[in-house]
């Protein structure tokens, strides 16, 4: 079971920290992935990590803005946002898929909730 955290208000150029909890085993036998969806679009990949926290890619619309990492220790896995804009205002989904997992919905089994970001400007 996933649970993401740390959404909220903020103005265009704010940063969030949003965490992705997992509970149970192996948690550190996923790749974890951030996705997102605006209301009225398709859900649309942010970033991801693997397994070995080594390899992590990111959407063109966010590279160099956010950054995803995990705690494996505490099973918690994490997107650092900066330099907002409105147009990254979404439900943010935190997902965990096999260890390959790519940017792809299908790649991954377990979602969490979503935590809402909104940004004005």
């Known amino acids: 079971q996933l649970q993401a955290s740390g959404g909220g208000l903020v103005q265009a150029g704010g940063s969030l920290r949003l965490s992705c909890a997992a509970s149970?085993?192996?948690?550190?036998?996923?790749?974890v992935g951030w996705f997102r969806q605006a209301p009225g679009e398709e859900r649309e990949f942010v970033a991801l990590i693997r397994t070995g926290s080594s390899t992590t890619n990111y959407a063109d619309s966010v590279r160099g803005r956010f950054t995803i990492s995990r705690d494996n220790a505490k099973n918690t896995a994490f997107l650092q946002m900066h330099s907002l804009k409105p147009e990254d205002t979404a439900v943010y989904f935190c997902a965990a898929g096999s260890l390959l997992a790519t940017s792809q919905v299908h790649d991954y089994v377990y979602w969490g909730q979503g935590t809402q970001v909104t940004v004005s400007s």
């Open positions: 149970g085993r192996g948690f550190s036998t996923y790749g």
